[in-house]
């Protein structure tokens, strides 16, 4: 079974603060891809991470993936009202073939209060 | 650019009846994927076709089904509907893999009473 792993499922901070959401699995994937997804709409795509090690930053958000390709985290600077949202790491397969796939972490609830 | 467009955005149908639901993939791009999303499973993967061939499946009853047109608008099909069939259905599109990522449409809610 391909599962992903998210923690925390459920982050209520105030605006300012600092957190971090983990992604964890025992599958090793071809990248590690975040969403953001807002009430009745799709999730969208805030990164893709590729190398095992890498890390990206976009403004107050840091990426991380691990060494192995097993495992991502998200680190927020100075959370804001706007940050609001559903948090949702996924995992790629190999792009070919049958194997192609993205299978999405549990997801982490995040509530930023001004 | 167009983004992925899903048609209808809501809908609402009796148990027993049968439902379509739409996607139009970005401009160029041959793959699309089909997710569920319930608050109690998260997304779950339902199937991918790429240039209108099913390249995977997820574990879904042969109750859900889909195609994709040469065009590569996807439609994807549940029939019998359930109670628990009740769930935000997501469409993505990509030039072909995984690994760079998906575009989602906004999805379709599905309400079966």
């Known amino acids: 079974t391909q599962l992903l792993e998210q923690s925390p499922q459920f982050l209520s901070i105030q605006e300012g603060e600092n957190l971090t959401v983990y992604c964890n699995s025992s599958?090793?994937?071809?990248?590690l891809q975040w969403y953001r997804q807002e009430p009745g709409e799709g999730p969208v795509l805030l990164v893709t991470?590729?190398?095992?090690?890498e890390v990206k930053k976009l403004k107050r958000l840091t990426f991380q993936f691990g060494d192995a390709r097993k495992d991502s985290s998200l680190h927020i600077t100075a959370a804001q009202p706007g940050d609001t949202g559903l948090y949702l790491c996924?995992?790629?397969?190999?792009?070919?073939?049958?194997?192609?796939?993205?299978?999405f972490g549990t997801g982490t609830l995040l509530a930023v209060q001004p | 650019k167009a983004g992925v467009t899903q048609t209808p955005r809501y809908l609402i149908k009796t148990r027993g009846q049968q439902v379509t639901l739409s996607c139009s993939p970005i401009?160029?791009?041959?793959?699309v994927s089909w997710y569920q999303q319930t608050p109690g499973q998260g997304l779950q993967f339902l199937f991918e076709?790429?240039?209108?061939?099913?390249?995977n499946k997820g574990n879904f009853p042969g109750r859900f089904s889909g195609r994709q047109f040469s065009n590569s608008r996807s439609e994807m099909n549940v029939s019998t509907l359930e109670l628990g069939d009740s769930a935000l259905y997501l469409c993505?599109?990509?030039?072909?893999?995984?690994?760079?990522?998906?575009?989602f449409g906004s999805g379709t809610r599905l309400t079966v009473v």
């Open positions: 993505a599109s990509s030039w072909g893999q995984a690994t760079y990522g998906y575009t």
């Open positions: 599958s090793v994937f071809s990248s």
């Open positions: 991470v590729v190398t095992g090690g």
């Open positions: 996924a995992g790629a397969f190999n792009g070919r073939g049958a194997t192609n796939k993205l299978i």
């Open positions: 401009s160029g791009h041959r793959s």
């Open positions: 076709y790429f240039s209108e061939t099913q390249r």
